[in-house]
């Protein structure tokens, strides 16, 4: 999400940056290319006036046409505004009430509620250790209450038993009684979509939540859609009354405008935000991380999280004893492939560094993409066990075999032999870099000894 964003202020402020002096043309022209990028990002027009107009109040004033560094300044205006579009401070779901907490999921066909349930579950029952129940109010979409259901099982988490012919209001009282009784700390209600917002979808929505009182009604809203979802998200806070939005499909949309315009139009805030088709793409939404993404400030505190999250403990303990006797086989390169993939692959990890949207952008002319670690895996996949022990014993032969059951090519394999032969390289000299040996040989970089020059 946001890369055009992204990439057309980065070449705005690369701009005023690199001039030492900024006069208020200098400012205004850099706030018309802001205001075209917003605009081609999708940002609602009423949103990107007002975006302007505040940042150029402050942009023009005595203090930052003055300062040392004028062009920070003005990125740091702009990223300021971009955090209070966005909402300040990132809130979390408000689920401390005495349970069982109820929330309602509401949103068009379409737009991923039913897997956001799903996802939403698995997160309350694997970070907060919340017990969930789920329940399919979508008595009209053929399937729908079935999908929840293989949904709920895939994720560990239970779904309220399927009543044919049971009305929404009804499904939905039934479920709160059941979590009451059973001990369930959430209720997750998802309702019905339409195609297109009408007065029946409406009734509907508005009946279960007079029925039910949620305390949190969420709108799942497709990061895609752009302009519509704003439209989508005024409709059903002005009929409903929303507490926060879900963005899903984040990771496929390039604009993001979305984002920008929902909480500045609605006021009620992005919550979380889905990012990719798995049930634990799901990620709390952070306005000054996303505002620093924005930038190209990038997003340490999430990548550190995410590492946190996805790296296992166990699995790092094992590879470091094996580093400290220098081995390193091509189950542990495997091994730290799927590590990479889980933390959302080399272009998600480049989104969260500091600094890095021009890589990024050399990363895609060269066509570096994601696919490269799938195609290793696959290789990896294909050989035997005693192969990935011994890279050694792989040759024409063995090549040809691998290739044939990867869908891959002879070169490729050679490719990946290579770079497994040259981490194993590194490997070993890190295991002989005891305390006496950095003393002794220095740090790259540095004089023997350890000490720097004078």
């Given at each position: 999400m946001f890369d055009s964003l992204q990439e057309r202020l980065g070449q705005v402020f690369d701009k005023l940056t690199r001039r030492g002096a900024l006069s208020e043309a200098d400012v205004t022209a850099a706030l018309r290319e802001v205001r075209v990028a917003l605009l081609e990002a999708d940002v609602a027009l009423p949103v990107v006036k007002d975006f302007v107009e505040a940042v150029r109040e402050k942009a023009v004033g005595e203090q930052v046409l003055r300062s040392v560094t004028p062009g920070q300044m003005v990125v740091k205006i702009v990223h300021d505004h971009l955090v209070e579009t966005l909402g300040s401070e990132g809130e979390a779901l408000g689920l401390e009430v005495p349970p069982p907490a109820v929330v309602m999921l509401v949103g068009l066909q379409g737009s991923g509620k039913t897997t956001t349930t799903a996802k939403i579950a698995l997160r309350l029952r694997e970070r907060d250790k919340k017990k969930s129940l789920m329940a399919s109010l979508d008595v009209r979409r053929p399937a729908a209450q079935q999908q929840l259901a293989v949904l709920g099982e895939q994720a560990g988490v239970r779904t309220l038993d399927i009543v044919p012919g049971e009305p929404p209001v009804a499904i939905a009282k039934r479920a709160v009684q059941t979590a009451a009784l059973e001990g369930f700390d959430?209720?997750?209600?998802?309702?019905?979509?339409?195609?297109?917002?009408?007065?029946?979808?409406?009734?509907?929505?508005?009946?279960?939540?007079?029925?039910?009182?949620?305390?949190?009604?969420?709108?799942?809203?497709?990061?895609?859609?752009?302009?519509?979802?704003?439209?989508?998200?005024?409709?059903?806070?002005?009929?409903?009354?929303l507490t926060g939005i879900v963005l899903s499909r984040a990771d496929g949309d390039a604009r993001g405008g979305a984002a920008l315009s929902m909480k500045a139009v609605t006021g009620r805030p992005i919550k979380l935000l889905g990012t990719g088709e798995k049930l634990d793409a799901l990620e709390a939404f952070h306005p000054?991380?996303?505002?620093?993404?924005?930038?190209?400030?990038?997003?340490?505190?999430?990548?550190?999280?995410?590492?946190?999250?996805?790296?296992?403990?166990?699995?790092?303990?094992?590879?470091?004893?094996?580093?400290?006797?220098?081995?390193?086989?091509?189950?542990?390169?495997?091994?730290?492939?799927?590590?990479?993939?889980?933390?959302?692959?080399?272009?998600?990890?480049?989104?969260?560094?500091?600094?890095?949207?021009?890589?990024?952008?050399?990363?895609?002319?060269?066509?570096v993409d994601d696919g490269v670690i799938k195609r290793q895996l696959a290789i990896l996949s294909s050989m035997t066990p005693k192969e990935r022990r011994r890279p050694e014993i792989i040759k024409a032969s063995r090549k040809q075999r691998i290739a044939g059951g990867s869908g891959t090519n002879v070169q490729e394999i050679n490719k990946l032999l290579k770079q497994h032969k040259e981490?194993?390289?590194?490997?070993?000299?890190?295991?002989?870099?005891?305390?006496?040996?950095?003393?002794?040989?220095?740090?790259?970089?540095?004089?023997?000894g350890g000490g720097f020059p004078r």
């Open positions: 959430v209720v997750l209600l998802d309702t019905a979509g339409r195609l297109a917002i009408d007065e029946e979808l409406m009734a509907e929505v508005a009946g279960v939540g007079a029925a039910v009182k949620p305390h949190e009604t969420l709108l799942v809203a497709d990061a895609m859609t752009g302009q519509d979802a704003v439209t989508v998200a005024t409709n059903f806070n002005e009929k409903v009354g000054d991380r996303i505002a620093g993404r924005i930038l190209g400030m990038g997003d340490v505190v999430s990548l550190v999280e995410k590492a946190a999250e996805t790296i296992e403990q166990d699995e790092a303990e094992k590879l470091a004893k094996r580093i400290q006797k220098g081995k390193f086989d091509l189950d542990d390169l495997a091994s730290q492939l799927r590590q990479l993939q889980k933390m959302g692959g080399l272009s998600g990890l480049m989104g969260m560094l500091p600094g890095v949207p021009k890589i990024q952008r050399q990363m895609k002319d060269a066509k981490a194993s390289r590194m490997m070993k000299r890190v295991s002989k870099m005891d305390k006496k040996g950095l003393m002794r040989h220095g740090l790259p970089g540095m004089p023997p």
